[in-house]
């Protein structure tokens, strides 16, 4: 026959599984969160890199636009206190 101690016993751990279901169900909720934002940085990197291609594409077409230039160009340095 069960005495008080035993229903102490599983109430005990009717608690902590009722605890450990809580704590599971939050930890899924913050799981699909984390793969949410994941997928949204991705898409940012993703668009980004795009963005970063393009602008190395532009760049390079303008330096191909550039003259050439056969001779190094010299500036003269003016010495402003002369």
Do not use: C
């Not at 026959?1 to 608690?15: G, K, L």
């Not at 902590?16 to 909720?29: D, F, G, I, S, T």
């Not at 390079?60 to 003016?78: C, F, G, K, N």
């Amino acid at each position: 026959m069960p005495n008080q101690h035993h229903f102490d016993q599983i109430d005990q751990i009717t608690e902590r599984v009722e605890q450990l279901l809580l704590r599971y169900e939050e930890l899924q909720r913050l799981n699909v969160q984390l793969g949410e934002q994941v997928t949204a940085l991705a898409q940012e990197r993703d668009s980004l890199r795009s963005r970063l291609s393009a602008a190395r594409s532009r760049v390079d077409a303008l330096i191909e636009r550039l003259p050439e230039i056969s001779e190094p160009v010299v500036t003269a340095y003016v010495d402003p206190a002369q």
